[in-house]
């Protein structure tokens, strides 16, 4: 009852009357009244989008005051020391390595800022799943990179909150957020039932009150304080949660939270009441008999229920039970349904519900800063760990709700005090080791690797969504991130029944993803999923062993490496059971996942490294290591048949998988454990057995034979080569390699380092990728004691940034010094590390080329041999596999068949042997001691050498062996007779079919079987482990699978003689390759020069492993100079002739062939070279050949032009035109230039601002206007130009073609299907010959290319005749040009031009589309043209002779077609300014009143427009004689001018003075040249009686200080004027080919004026030119004078500063300049990123910047459409028209608009290693790279990104 009044009441009144109530100290009627009024005022059966409750809730807090003053007031007592600010995803915070100590630590842009951070290793980032603010929290970062506020604290000194002022906020929150929890309750339905609609619903209708919660954290450390007591308060709990008795609805939605309780354990509640009754009969089956191994510690007590099987889990496995999860996990919530206890365990609970929605997780995070909620809620989410992984794996957004899960857990785990607290607390090892195997429980299938039929083991099935689209990667990150704490990763190596679990974990990735090779069909449908398997093994097995490694560094940690190591073998010898292992593994297949052989062998390579244990103490017997090396050795193996293409059926996927293996990322997660493990076991195994393994595994046993030729059961011929280099590759890296062997982690980095830049030069940051990092893989700490910018400078140069004359854009790169190319290029590094094999190819071309430079070698070097760093004292027994044996025949065997040229043998496997030899050499054994074991039986190989040791088997001769060969063979006899038994010297294994049956022991033959050794020395091996008679029962099958299918030809035996030792057999081969016959003297290791061994090819390295073998043994020394003596060549047996004929003619045949060759490329280099010369002659295109020639020579034959698409030279008819090919594009850059030379700066605050005022297109556009306001329209059309905005530029690339050849031309581009990168329908193209851009062809005028002789003789006429002539010249109408080809083609190309540019740059009339209009519009595309070309020509014509410009220029031939179509328009003879400028014209005062509107005064028109509005509309040819005479008396006009405006700038006292002055000068004789006499004239003649000298009287003597001398006026008319000449004289240029002659800048103006014939002749030096002497006045200067002031002073209607205003035009420009940008592009992005656009009020989602006029746009903004445009497109059609330069702000890179196509420009601003960062990927600071900015102002000013850049796309309206 009492609610009900209370909430009729005004709220404010009602707030502070309960407020005061409350305060007394018996507040119950107080309490009593509040309770009801909340009641009906938070009633969850309202509808939740009623504000109402809120806007209640606000005021009761607030207690009668308004809330934002409430708000302040809770601020000012804030008490927090931590910032805590949070961000969602895309926020751009910043990361510093320096400060941080954990490597997830962030900070946002504000703290960042006021921090001090200079020179540390920072950078930018954009948040991926949202993030908090570490800046004042000392668990994650240093206190010194705190920002101002933080690190003084300023938190701890507020006073302490006043109690009633948060009293109203204690008693209404916690309904408040009960409200919202029922709320969640009741909208919630399980989502098999509901569709993610509906949740979002629920949310949606909650936002306003979670945005509540939301800012109430953030009102500081006092509200969150309240706020915390509240969530974690028991009590409050109990009383609210369940609702009153009497309360239905309550009840109700209590029920509901509980049934949704239910199922929130891992167990879900029917399978507890199951679990109870089940037998807990869980078979070996369970995840790698996890069980078996738990057994001890899991008694089947009912109460420990057992879990069933999801329905969804039982694909194929049978029915396997679920693992039975061990019972250490101590905490029973994992398993158990939860319960909860406070308001902060059910809003979490329900979050998790709803998927994470983010203003939820927003409003948690935003608490974190109070601690004792730090506290809880890192509990409450521990708890809730469980129920979170379930809730993931049902989800249909997993990524987003990936993210907010990261994005909450990281802000807990980072903080090692909490991390640990919480371990010990609530079990979170055990939690998250358990949480995880259950997950991968859910997707395992049974393994097929080995034993398909019989396996036990489970494998994760790669295919599952979950681990496709990594949904275990929140989980499994939380593990890593709280393995980097030591304090808890120790706890985690303690507990052996943990690390037992994560063995069984790390065991379902054990031989997953298993590939079988296809051996018949082409694979139908290729599987990615190899993605998927090498993302989990990185994430989920690689990377918490590295977290784990980190903290095994010292010898007190060994007790754990032990522990570790044994569990690995534990679980090791249980797979090797499960799938049913002996010792052969099954025939192609192959699985790149071994994680467990992979812990194995990191933390054997750790404790030995580190921890100064034992090697042995930790290796398990004989037949275990024999067992382990079976997978890794299959991988290697592996590897060489894929690049041997014998997986080529498989699809391309199997390379991606052998590439990703060993790719910089992975590689030292899998490829480095692999071969260090092969390596361990290679040194504890026996080396014998090891090498024939080896051999036997790449499947080239077969061609190991001294015989020619033999039978390979299989591999096909052509896989033989790869695959014998493979294996001889795979040798060499295993015994050189020293990554685990003993290298520092200096040496390390370094050689990794070397490697890369060996293969190519690398930007800064592609050598930071490719460098494995020593992963703690967040850490991007680089280990050693030398840092990766030190070594970066010890084995490298920077070349800095450069461009290609081509304007393609070069990063900073870094490349290798000469010293290391010298010294420390290693190419075994480099085969290990390469990717790509071309890499290898590219390291070994480089090597070449620096060889050549230094002059150190100019052949084709081989890879050098590099020495290696010691091996560890633990490894040595590696170098037993060089000195065996077995090894020594397979090495012997290969020197004798590549001296004999067999088949399938190479330069790379000679290059591979010998360096086997070598490391032989370098590497000897210490201990000489023959074999320990007496030999219990003759061994086959013990007849070839006596010993081990490599040096005493080099020179032992062997002087028969005893081959089998198929009967076709050239060895078997055919002869009786026995002494030719030594015919065809070839060598041999023996195939596998002669085991005993040959034991005859003949003394003279050996024979050897690789694979009946290994059989025999494995069956030894595994006889010595196993001494009781438990033999190892062998299947049959595998000595029959070698038996090729089909019936191969019979094998025979026979007996090579072969006399030859391994040195003599390298003497010979060193003949043979340096193809002379006694290569070697006798003497030459005496002369031995050993410094240039070290580069070379195969000779050189023969010699340096001889000149090594003879210091190291005085018998080799001996043996060496004996066969050297034996002066008579070994030359094989004369049967032999014909082989060797055959290399007689290969050798010859190979040379005549290089000799054709180097003929053919220099012929095809001089055809080319005339080419480019004849197609790059851009400088002159022909007709401007023929226009330089000048008057002297009498042109008389026609111009011939070449057709580039014909071939046909001719002239340019009528009816066949030929045409210029030519690009039109509209251009504003001349209406961008301002006044000042200085370019204007980017705005970069809210202060600065860029004004278009000043600009040259504004200018004009102004003048157009106020003249169309007082005159008459068509008089305003002839004064002025447009075209500055919007004008057309015309250029050619200078070639020309018939134009019906060009419309053919375009007929087949318009059928052609491919695309192109322009639009055909546009009428765009390619220049046939050049490829240069194009979009219009421009008729060339037929006849000869410049006038004859009498259009440029010099004339004699006065010049009063020659104004007559010109006049009557204007009279003549023009005719309209008779219908032809060439006429239509102008009319054509008319179109063209004016389709270029927008209307509204063309129509400037009253009456658009009149023919006043067209006809300013023609004009002004020639005034566009000039002044471009002035502008190319650095804006003035000072330099002389024809431009770059000039080059592309085709002036003349437009201005034929211009002027062709301008005759149609014939000026009235009545208003021809002609007249008004040479003739004194009596006033016409009669018609004054019926002209509705004077004409524009002669002083306000533009005399370089009226220059060629005459030369346009005259008949063409013009006389050069007429041409001078328009020049010279426009200079008159201009000059007067020129007078005008100066005068306008005196102060009244100066212009008297002047005035009086001139006056006196008047009647002297040359008034007329004297700008004195003039001066005082015009300023006489401006002051009568409507005087416009008025206005500014007050203002300039204000603005003028100095004093205008004689000097300075000469000065200032000459510049006046200036641009006139330069215009006229261009145009002069153009027609009549005068050359331009350069000159200095002082010089400019009477160079001009001699050029254009107003002065006589160059002037002395000594006596200046005065402008006024080039005047030449048609009657009486001042007459004429007067005539064109009156006309502005006789202006009734114009204001007297209107007037002005016309009057003094400026006709000087600056050079056009794009924006200065600041140097420090975080300046720009600071500024901008968070700027709201200006149309739509938003914050752009790309935002960009137009870099001509500094305008911010947004890029495909769909807000800022109009028509379908988007607003970059729109801008630059505004702005540039049709030409955009935009900067995107968040890419850092520059895209270019041009018409309907646009591209990537690249970025100009680049890092402190000379890179892009695009995209802003890696956040560094970036720095303004003036060169690249000069380039793109360049490229704009001269118009040529069509040419420049290549890639161009169709934007279609989208940016």
């Known amino acids: 009852m009492m609610a009900a009044s209370l909430l009729r009441r005004d709220k404010k009144a009602t707030a502070a009357h309960l407020k005061a109530d409350l305060n007394r100290t018996d507040n119950s009627s107080g309490l009593r009244q509040l309770q009801e009024l909340l009641d009906a005022v938070l009633n969850p059966e309202k509808p939740a989008a009623d504000t109402e409750a809120l806007d209640w809730c606000k005021c009761l807090i607030a207690g009668g005051e308004g809330f934002e003053e409430f708000c302040k007031t809770v601020r000012s007592y804030d008490n927090a020391t931590l910032c805590g600010l949070v961000w969602t995803a895309n926020f751009v915070a910043y990361r510093c390595r320096t400060c941080g100590i954990s490597p997830c630590m962030s900070l946002c842009a504000e703290c960042f800022n006021n921090g001090d951070h200079t020179g540390h290793d920072f950078n930018m980032f954009r948040s991926q799943a949202g993030g908090a603010c570490d800046c004042g929290d000392s668990n994650v970062m240093r206190e010194s990179g705190f920002c101002r506020r933080h690190r003084l604290r300023t938190g701890e000194n507020v006073p302490s909150i006043p109690r009633d002022l948060l009293l ?776 070839w050498f006596p010993g081990t040791n490599l040096l005493s088997n080099l020179h032992h001769i062997i002087n028969f062996v005893r081959v089998r060969v198929p009967e076709t063979a050239p060895e078997v006899k055919r002869e009786a007779p026995p002494s030719t038994s030594t015919e065809a010297s070839s060598y041999g294994q023996n195939s596998r079919r002669l085991t005993g049956n040959w034991r005859e022991n003949l003394r003279e033959a050996q024979v050897f079987s690789l694979v009946a050794e290994r059989r025999r020395k494995f069956q030894e091996i595994i006889n010595r482990s196993n001494t009781e008679a438990t033999q190892v029962v062998r299947p049959k099958s595998s000595s029959t699978r070698w038996v090729p299918p089909g019936t191969p030809p019979q094998l025979v035996t026979e007996i090579l003689e072969i006399r030859e030792s391994m040195l003599s057999l390298l003497i010979k081969l060193h003949q043979k390759l340096s193809s002379k016959q006694n290569s070697l003297s006798a003497s030459w290791l005496e002369d031995m020069d050993t410094s240039r061994h070290a580069h070379g090819d195969g000779i050189t390295a023969i010699e340096r492993i001889l000149t090594k073998a003879a210091t190291r043994s005085c018998q080799i020394k001996r043996s060496i100079q004996d066969i050297c003596g034996k002066v008579c060549p070994p030359v094989p047996p004369k049967k032999n002739s014909p082989t060797d004929k055959k290399t007689m003619d290969k050798e010859e045949r190979r040379q005549r062939a290089r000799e054709r060759q180097q003929k053919l490329l220099a012929e095809f280099a001089s055809r080319q070279k005339s080419f480019m010369e004849t197609a790059m002659d851009v400088e002159s295109p022909e007709t401007e050949a023929a226009m330089d020639l000048g008057a002297s020579e009498v042109m008389e034959s026609e111009v011939l032009y070449d057709c580039v698409i014909c071939g046909q030279s001719g002239p340019s008819t009528e009816d066949r035109p030929t045409g210029l090919v030519v690009l039109l594009q509209a251009s504003s850059v001349l209406g961008h230039r301002c006044k000042s030379k200085e370019a204007k700066n980017l705005p970069t605050s809210d202060e600065e601002h860029i004004y278009a005022a000043d600009t040259c297109g504004v200018a004009h556009d102004v003048r157009l206007t106020l003249m169309q306001r007082f005159f008459k329209d068509s008089s305003c059309l002839q004064s002025v130009s447009i075209g500055w905005d919007g004008g057309v530029y015309v250029q050619t690339c200078g070639h020309t073609l018939h134009i019906d050849c060009h419309k053919s031309y375009m007929e087949s581009l318009r059928n052609d299907q491919v695309l192109q990168g322009f639009s055909v329908d546009k009428g765009e193209f390619t220049c046939p010959l050049c490829r240069q851009f194009a979009n219009s062809v421009l008729p060339c005028r037929p006849g000869r290319g410049t006038e004859a002789g009498t259009w440029h003789t010099p004339t004699n006429k006065k010049m009063c005749v020659l104004v007559k002539e010109v006049e009557d010249l204007q009279e003549k109408i023009g005719l309209f040009p008779t219908e032809s080809n060439l006429s239509k083609e102008m009319e054509f190309v008319i179109k063209d031009i004016k389709n270029t540019t927008q209307k509204k740059y063309m129509d400037y009339g009253k009456n658009p589309g009149s023919p006043d209009n067209d006809f300013l519009f023609m004009y002004s595309v020639a005034r566009t043209n000039l002044e471009l070309e002035l502008v190319h020509r650095g804006g003035n014509l000072c330099s002389g002779g024809a431009s770059a410009a000039a080059k592309r220029s085709c002036l003349n031939q437009l201005f034929h077609v211009l002027a062709m179509h301008m005759r149609l328009y014939s000026i009235d003879s009545a208003y021809n300014p002609w007249t008004k400028l040479t003739q004194i014209v009596q006033s016409r005062e009669a018609d004054d009143f019926d002209e509705e509107r004077p004409e524009v005064p002669m002083l306000f028109r533009d005399v370089p427009s009226l220059l060629i509005i005459f030369v346009l509309t005259m008949p063409q040819p013009l006389r050069k004689e007429h041409f001078t005479c328009v020049v010279k008396m426009l200079y008159n006009l201009q000059f007067t001018q020129a007078l005008a405006a100066l005068s306008s700038k005196f102060s009244p006292e100066e212009r008297h003075a002047w005035s009086t002055a001139g006056a006196l000068k008047k009647n002297t004789a040359n008034a007329e040249k004297s700008f004195e006499a003039l001066l005082s004239h015009v300023i006489s003649d401006l002051s009568t009686d409507k005087s416009v000298y008025k206005v ?124 200065q940008l600041p140097d420090n592009y975080n300046i720009i992005f600071q500024y901008y990123h968070r700027k709201a656009c200006t149309a739509c009020k938003k914050v752009p989602k790309d935002p960009a910047l137009c870099l001509v006029c500094g305008a911010f746009v947004c890029l495909k903004g769909v807000c800022c459409k109009q028509q379908g445009t988007c607003e970059c497109v729109l801008h630059s059609q505004h702005c540039g028209a049709a030409t955009g330069i935009f900067l995107l702000i968040n890419a850092s890179v520059i895209i270019i608009i041009r018409g309907h196509r646009f591209c990537l420009w690249g970025s100009v601003y680049l890092d402190a290693h000379g890179e892009e960062d695009r995209d802003l990927r890696r956040g560094k600071p970036l720095f303004l790279c003036e060169e690249r900015y000069r380039v793109l102002e360049q490229q704009w000013v001269s118009h040529t990104f069509d040419h420049i850049n290549k890639r161009w796309g169709p934007h279609y309206n989208g940016l």
């Open 168 to 943: 109203m906020s204690e008693m209404v929150l916690p309904r408040f957020i009960l409200c919202i929890i029922q709320y969640l309750r009741d909208g919630y339905i399980e989502p098999d039932t509901s569709t993610e609609r509906d949740l979002q619903k629920v949310l949606q209708q909650l936002e306003p009150q979670i945005s509540f919660l939301e800012e109430l954290t953030k009102m500081g450390g006092a509200m969150r304080t309240v706020l915390t007591k509240i969530l974690t308060n028991q009590q409050t709990f109990k009383e609210l949660s369940m609702g009153q008795e009497e309360n239905l609805y309550a009840k109700k939605n209590y029920d509901k939270y509980l049934s949704a309780l239910k199922n929130s354990g891992l167990v879900s509640v029917e399978e507890k009441a199951q679990g109870a009754t089940a037998d807990v009969t869980v078979g070996a089956e369970g995840g790698a008999g996890a069980l078996v191994l738990l057994g001890s510690t899991a008694p089947a007590s009912p109460d420990e229920s057992n879990k069933e099987e999801d329905q969804d889990a039982g694909q194929s496995v049978g029915q396997r039970k679920r693992v039975k999860l061990s019972s250490s996990t101590k905490d029973p919530c994992i398993i158990e349904s939860l319960k909860h206890k406070c308001f902060l365990e059910e809003l979490l609970f329900w979050t998790i519900k709803y998927e994470f929605p983010q203003k939820m997780v927003t409003f948690l995070l935003n608490m974190l800063p109070d601690q004792d909620y730090k506290i809880t809620f890192t509990k409450t989410f521990v708890q809730h760990y469980a129920f979170i992984m379930k809730t993931l794996m049902k989800s249909h957004e997993s990524d987003t709700m990936s993210n907010r899960i990261v994005h909450i857990s990281v802000q807990l785990f980072s903080n090692e005090e909490l991390a640990r607290h919480v371990t010990e607390e609530c079990q979170l090892l055990d939690i998250m080791v358990t949480v995880l195997l259950y997950m991968m429980e859910s997707c395992l299938i049974k393994s097929e690797l080995q034993d398909e039929e019989n396996s036990r083991h489970v494998v994760v099935n790669c295919s599952e969504a979950l681990l496709k689209n990594n949904t275990y990667w929140p989980l499994v990150s939380d593990f890593i991130n709280i393995l980097s704490h030591q304090s808890v990763a120790k706890k985690f190596l303690e507990d052996h029944s943990l690390l037992m679990l994560w063995m069984s974990f790390v065991s379902f990735f054990q031989g997953m993803n298993l590939n079988k090779r296809e051996l018949n069909e082409h694979v139908e449908f290729e599987s990615q999923t190899y993605y998927a398997a090498f993302a989990a093994e990185l994430e989920a097995c690689a990377q918490p062993m590295w977290g784990l490694l980190t903290h095994c560094k010292v010898k007190e940690t060994q007790e754990y490496t032990k522990t570790v190591v044994r569990y690995c073998l534990e679980t090791l010898q249980i797979w090797f059971d499960a799938i049913g292992f002996i010792d052969e593994p099954a025939p192609n297949q192959v699985t790149f996942h071994l994680p467990l052989h992979r812990y194995y062998a990191m933390f054997l390579s750790k404790a030995v490294k580190c921890q100064g244990l034992d090697l042995d103490s930790l290796l398990p017997d004989q037949e275990m290591l024999m067992k382990i090396m079976v997978h890794p050795l299959q991988i290697q193996a592996c590897l060489s048949e894929i690049h041997s293409n014998m997986w080529v059926r498989n699809g391309l996927q199997i390379k991606g998988q052998a590439m990703t293996y060993v790719q910089s990322h992975f590689c030292n997660s899998m490829i480095d454990p692999d071969i260090y493990l092969l390596q361990v076991c290679a040194s504890r195994l026996d080396p014998d057995y090891f090498i024939s393994s080896v051999f036997e595994r790449f499947k080239v046993v077969d061609l190991l034979t001294m015989a020619s030729q033999h039978q390979n059961a299989v591999l096909d011929s052509e896989q033989e080569r790869p695959m014998l280099e493979g294996a001889l590759t795979f040798l060499v890296i295993l015994t050189s390699l020293r990554i685990h062997l003993g290298m520092t982690d200096d040496e390390i980095l370094r050689s990794e380092m070397v490697s890369q830049l060996c293969m190519n030069d690398r930007t800064h940051s592609a050598l930071l990728d490719l460098i494995p990092e020593n992963p703690n893989p967040k850490s991007g700490i680089v280990p050693g004691s030398c840092s990766f910018e030190e070594m970066l400078s010890a084995v490298a140069d920077f070349k800095a940034p450069v461009f290609e004359p081509g304007g393609s854009m070069q990063q900073g790169m870094y490349t290798p010094k000469a010293e290391v190319w010298e010294k420390e290029f290693d190419p075994i590094m480099v085969v290990l590390r390469t990717v790509y094999r071309r890499d290898v190819q590219s390291a070994m071309d480089r090597y070449s080329a620096f060889l050549k430079q230094c002059g150190i070698h100019t052949g084709n070097p081989w890879p050098p041999y590099k020495e290696r760093t010691p091996l560890h004292p633990c490894y040595k027994g590696l170098i037993k596999l060089l000195h065996c044996k077995t090894l020594h025949i397979v090495i012997f065997t290969l020197l004798y068949k590549i001296w004999m040229d067999h088949q399938n043998m190479s330069e790379h496997v000679l290059c591979m042997v010998l360096y086997l030899i070598e490391l032989g050499l370098d590497n000897q054994v210490q201990d000489n001691t023959v074999d320990e074991e007496p030999c219990i039986e003759e061994h086959c190989h013990d007849s």
């Open 1592 to 1715: 500014n009287a007050e203002e300039t003597s204000m603005l003028i200080s100095s004093v205008w001398s004689p000097q300075s006026i000469e000065f200032s008319l000459q510049q006046f004027c200036l641009p006139f000449l330069r215009l006229s004289c261009l145009l002069q240029h153009h027609l009549y080919g005068d050359n331009l002659t350069g000159c200095l800048e002082e010089e400019e103006f009477s160079s001009l004026a001699v050029c254009l014939g107003l002065l006589p002749s160059a002037p002395q030096p000594s006596n200046v030119v005065h402008s006024a002497s080039c005047l030449q006045w048609p009657v009486g200067a001042f007459d004429l004078v007067t005539q064109w002031c009156v006309e502005v002073t006789g202006l009734s209607q114009m204001q007297a500063e209107q007037s002005l205003t016309l009057l003094v035009q400026d006709p000087l420009w600056a050079a056009p300049r794009l924006l």
